[in-house]
């Protein structure tokens, strides 16, 4: 029978215990959630900032939706462009200092539209060791040469770095989706620079919550656009809505624009999510109590469990991961916080490397001090019974 592989590969991974599935969230607010008629405290979301179920962004969406459209009716090179389009291109650009922003329906695409275009005719990718799979698999489908370099290794990418003569794209993230450290760019770019290769920034994690007005990883580390040319970043994280943008200079603007396959066959994002997106950024960028929030709930998670003895990352972001190591301990894990009104996803290979299975714990602005006393103590209690 063809695709005889469906079936064996289900087998193959319900029997490593790596078998997914959704579960139904039947209702939610900042730090909680309901699935099954039961509320739990939600230390699962990248939604940093706690913008996604506010109700002040609940009702900024509704007058968004009283003046533009739910859907732009056609890609952006026909009809799809509109003005709430530009207002966010236009907005991001002059806050982020760069030439030019472009929109895309989600950061997988942006990555793979940049990855794809600007490598469409070979070259070589030298990408982070744990960079994401939206970046990975788009540098495996092209005729480009990818290695991957040490995690957070800036020697390691110099001696690659120095072995290249081809166009060369080099690519890392500003905050580790799954680990929650952060790359030493500072000492990257400069290497990067000095070969005439580009930096690819993929800050799905900081943008929102790193930098003084919440500008990301770049704003923090002082890096213009001639230090990282192509900045890519979702707005299904920090800022709570959905979509993604790249920032670039003009001429790698006019490239993708004219070569970019995501960008050029894809619905322009909706109007009405765009419109709310540069809302959900001015509160971003006026609210700096929801970045002093993170940081002392980020704080007070990591002095209590230190105290309980949990063995933390070095992480200093909202992803504070528990890493377990085998899969069953990780989701039986879960599974007793659950239990006890915590949700808390395993995170298993391919995800993770093998052996390194986790509870990727997230801390948002949204929790209460006493909701991370309470996470600290369930978790502390079922890491004690495993050990
Ligand atoms: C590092 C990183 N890059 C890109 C993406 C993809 O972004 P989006 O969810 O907007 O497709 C994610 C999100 O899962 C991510 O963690």
Not at 4 to 26: I, K, Q, S
Request: proline share 4%; charged share 20%.
């Amino acid at each position: 029978m063809s695709f005889a592989f469906v079936a064996a590969d289900l087998t193959a991974r319900r029997a490593a215990g790596l078998y997914r599935h959704r579960h139904l969230v039947e209702e939610a607010e900042p730090g909680r959630l309901r699935l099954d008629g039961r509320w739990y405290l939600n230390f699962s979301s990248n939604d940093y900032l706690g913008l996604a179920y506010s109700p002040e962004l609940q009702s900024v969406a509704e007058s968004c939706a009283r003046q533009h459209p739910s859907g732009s009716g056609a890609s952006p090179l026909v009809t799809g462009h509109l003005q709430a389009h530009t207002q966010l291109e236009d907005y991001l650009a002059q806050q982020l200092g760069r030439d030019r922003v472009l929109l895309f329906s989600s950061g997988f695409a942006a990555n793979q539209a940049v990855i794809q275009t600007l490598m469409r005719h070979g070259g070589r990718i030298l990408a982070d060791k744990l960079s994401h799979a939206s970046m990975l698999d788009a540098a495996q489908h092209g005729p480009a040469r990818l290695q991957r370099f040490r995690h957070n290794d800036a020697g390691h990418l110099g001696q690659l770095l120095d072995k290249t003569k081809d166009d060369c794209l080099v690519m890392t993230e500003g905050v580790f989706s799954m680990d929650g450290d952060q790359a030493p760019l500072a000492k990257m770019v400069l290497r990067v620079n000095d070969a005439g290769a580009l930096m690819l920034l993929d800050d799905a994690h900081g943008f929102g919550v790193l930098g003084n007005t919440g500008l990301g990883t770049v704003q923090a580390m002082g890096l213009d656009q001639s230090r990282v040319p192509l900045l890519m970043a979702t707005f299904g994280k920090a800022v709570g809505t959905s979509g993604a943008f790249v920032a670039l200079n003009e001429t790698l603007y006019e490239y993708l624009l004219n070569f970019g396959r995501h960008y050029i066959y894809s619905t322009a994002i909706s109007p009405l999510m765009a419109a709310l997106t540069l809302k959900s950024l001015q509160l971003i960028e006026t609210q700096g109590w929801r970045r002093q929030r993170l940081q002392d709930n980020i704080q007070l998670f990591r002095r209590l469990a230190n105290q309980a003895g949990l063995p933390l990352m070095e992480s200093q972001t909202a992803i504070q991961p528990l890493l377990v190591g085998s899969v069953t301990r990780t989701v039986q894990l879960a599974e007793y916080a659950r239990q006890r009104g915590v949700w808390l996803t395993a995170i298993r290979p391919p995800t993770v490397p093998p052996g390194s299975s986790r509870l990727r714990i997230t801390v948002t602005a949204a929790h209460e001090q006493a909701q991370i006393k309470a996470l600290v103590k369930v978790v502390a209690g079922g890491y004690a019974l495993g050990q």
